[in-house]
């Protein structure tokens, strides 16, 4: 069939014109669809063979992208409200004949155009399901062609056609077998693009944060920002995010990671840090979250107003981070209006511990003197960012550390962090060796007086009371049997009545011996506590420093022979650090 002349020029004319740049567009449209509503059959017929001289060029050149672009600018664009359907479904039928060509070109380019056909199309267009489930088979097809780029462009095209929901869904399953198996970087980083998100995509995309390729590792971290919302993740999850991505040997996979954090999870707390960090349980991730914190620091800039008056833990780890974050980057004068006077921070202290004494005394929820005991943790950390220039403000700083360490309420954590601030307070080895000392002679005097000869004569008395209580029950119990049996049950309601009377009194000496255990088995890992602290920061040895020595006989070998098997085991790791300083 023969072309108008007319037409052929001006075709081409245009696309030429579209092909040098995207700014002949718009213009190149509007001339496309007035040649088009001239006369619509001649219009494809002159349309198609010009379609072709692109379809066999399969080198990315810049030119041919965007004559690509122009092409499913015009087959998806609407004027005043009419769509250009006829041409779209048109041009889909006659790209989908092509896709099964040998030539790889054409194969390339018939899945780009669908692709950026079928994504450019309103949803609410009509076209038959026929070809939608031409358009599936076909495109799953070439999700296993041999050319990465066409298959690449296969999984942009099912982009439409996929339910995340849908376990079963071909499109899914196809996505989730390119993204663990497909050898190729752009194929998985597209299926990234473009899948879904739902409970059983989201496994997979965060399994991609772990990808042997940096690039994809990187893309992967850009979706989670796009298109992943905080709230979706588990904390598991987060803290994995942020351990695998800060931790990566790439730069820009770190960027990436530190751009979800402060672009993704921060904005969607409104810039809020301590929000955030709710969403973290610093409580548990203490590490992991410190560098993600300070990486915002740096990027934003700080908004908390920190009240010690009403420190919650994650205000006081904030506030912690933050204080070490102005000293790590040199910045004096900020850090000092941050930091409180080292009197006020000793108030802080000692207020914190009265708080954890009541909690202890009042049994309190678990949480609330965990919380308490995290906020102190805090506190102590951020005592070495304080001023300590001066004797009197280490001294006063020393006081309530030296009481917080001798206090059975406070967990043994928060006393080696304790220690660790002494001895910035103390550097000289034998005054924080004396120091400890006479922590732990304080910490072990109630062991000692238990230990007299008067006490544990008293001791002995209370356990044969409680022996000689548990052999009457017993008999009682027995007797009660024999009179259930004979019948005699006034008998045995009375016999029951008198053992019940002694086990209240059995109940009551048991409880009191616990507690009596209890305490006197905390005061042994006190001991041990300190003693441990000791003997890592100490440099001399036990025969340079008497004192030192004395702390075999007096603590560790009575803790060796503990009946709690908490207690021996504190015991052997201080024998194993007494060797270590041992001559």
């Not at 922590?439 to 409680?466: F, G």
């Amino acid at each position: 069939m023969g072309k108008p002349k007319s037409e052929i020029p001006a075709l081409a004319e245009i696309l030429n014109e579209c092909q040098k740049s995207f700014a002949a567009h718009r213009k190149g449209l509007l001339a496309l669809r007035k040649l088009q509503n001239q006369d619509p059959e001649k219009f494809v017929e002159t349309f198609v063979p010009m379609l072709n001289q692109i379809l066999v060029v399969f080198k990315r050149e810049p030119a041919v992208e965007r004559l690509v672009s122009f092409v499913i600018s015009f087959a998806t664009a609407k004027e005043e409200g009419a769509r250009n359907e006829e041409l779209a479904v048109f041009l889909l039928g006659y790209l989908l004949e092509r896709t099964e060509v040998k030539d790889k070109a054409v194969r390339m380019r018939a899945c780009q155009f669908i692709a950026g056909i079928i994504n450019g199309l309103d949803e609410d267009c009509e076209i038959d399901g026929e070809l939608w489930d031409d358009i599936l088979a076909k495109m799953l097809v070439r999700t296993r062609d041999k050319i990465p780029v066409v298959r690449g462009f296969a999984v942009q095209a099912l982009a439409r056609l996929q339910d995340p929901s849908d376990a079963d869904n071909e499109v899914i399953q196809e996505y989730l077998r390119l993204l663990a198996d497909d050898p190729s970087t752009d194929v998985r980083k597209a299926v990234l693009s473009n899948i879904g998100l739902s409970k059983l995509t989201l496994v997979e995309i965060l399994r991609r944060t772990k990808d042997v390729s940096d690039v994809m590792r990187k893309h992967s971290f850009g979706i989670l920002t796009s298109k992943v919302n905080i709230k979706v993740l588990s904390i598991s999850q987060r803290i994995a995010l942020i351990k695998e991505g800060l931790n990566d040997r790439v730069d820009k996979v770190r960027d990436a990671c530190m751009d979800m954090i402060c672009k993704g999870w921060l904005q969607s707390q409104n810039e809020d840090v301590l929000k955030l960090l709710a969403c973290l349980d610093v409580q548990e991730y203490e590490e992991t979250v410190e560098p993600a914190l300070k990486g915002i620091f740096k990027q934003i800039p700080m908004k908390v107003k920190f009240d010690p008056d009403n420190l919650t833990p994650d205000m006081a780890y904030c506030w912690r981070v933050y204080a070490a974050y102005l000293h790590d980057e040199g910045n004096a004068a900020l850090l000092e209006d941050v930091v409180p006077e080292t009197m006020k921070f000793c108030d802080i202290v000692r207020q914190i511990i009265r708080k954890l004494d009541d909690q202890k005394m009042q049994n309190d929820e678990e949480d609330d003197s965990e919380n308490s005991e995290f906020v102190l943790k805090q506190l102590l950390l951020m005592a070495v960012q304080l001023d300590l220039a001066d004797e009197a403000g280490r001294r006063s700083l020393s006081s309530p550390l030296v009481e917080l360490s001798a206090n059975l309420n406070v967990a043994e954590r928060i006393v080696q962090v304790a220690a660790q601030v002494l001895r910035v307070l103390h550097p000289a080895d034998s005054e924080f060796n004396l120091l400890l000392l006479e922590i732990l002679s304080d910490v072990k005097d109630p062991v000692e007086l238990l230990e007299r000869p008067d006490n544990r004569q008293v001791l002995a008395e209370a356990e044969e009371v409680l022996v000689k209580l548990e052999q009457e029950i017993a008999e009682l119990n027995e007797k009660k049997t024999i009179y259930a049996n004979q019948e005699r049950f006034d008998d045995a309601r009375r016999v029951k009545e008198e053992s019940g009377v002694l086990e209240e009194q059995l109940d009551k000496l048991r409880q009191e011996k616990a507690i009596r255990e209890s305490y006197i088995e905390g005061i042994w890992l006190r001991s041990l506590t300190l003693s441990e602290c000791l003997l890592e920061r100490s440099r001399q040895g036990a025969a340079r420093d008497a004192a030192i020595g004395g702390l075999l006989e007096h603590v560790l070998r009575p803790a060796l022979g503990h009946a709690s098997p908490l207690v021996r085991n504190g015991a052997v790791k201080c024998l194993g650090l007494y060797c270590l300083l041992s001559p």
